[in-house]
Nanobody, 121 residues
Framework: VQLQASGGGSVKTGGSLRLSCAAS????????MGWYRQAPGKQRELVAT????????????VKGRFTISRDDSEDDSENTVAYLQMNSLKPEDTSVYYC???????????WGQGTLVTISS
């Protein structure tokens, strides 16, 4: 199983970014997927999650600004992509963003590498 995160970058306050997490290699597919972030000197925190049934949950700090979604191919259960659309970005959103995914069969959680998001004022 591999997770590949992308889409980070530098934008100004109020800007938008879209992160992608390509998850592959789970024979029976992925259950929950999520985005987390970790700012320098702080603990990793939950940003948003989405289940296989497309039920979403968000941290209070990003509600109304971030949207998590996923694209599960009916013809290819081993691969899926999760997205995090981030709007109205604030300097406090600056972090390394990580995606994770839980495999349906073994319930093992896998993590992708981080992607850096920097918001300047």
């Amino acid at each position: 199983v591999q997770l590949q995160a992308s889409g980070g970058g530098s934008v100004k306050t109020g800007g938008s970014l879209r992160l992608s997490c390509a998850a592959s290699g789970a024979i029976f597919g992925f259950e929950d997927m999520g985005w987390y972030r970790q700012a320098p000197g702080k603990q990793r925190e939950l940003v948003a999650t989405i289940t296989a049934d497309l039920i979403t949950a968000y941290a209070d700090s990003v509600k109304g600004r971030f949207t998590i979604s996923r694209d599960d191919s009916e013809d290819d259960s081993e691969n899926t992509v999760a997205y995090l659309q981030m709007n109205s970005l604030k300097p406090e959103d600056t972090s390394v963003y990580y995606c994770n995914a839980r495999t349906l069969k073994s319930q093992t959680v896998f993590w992708g590498q981080g992607t850096l998001v920097t918001i300047s004022s």
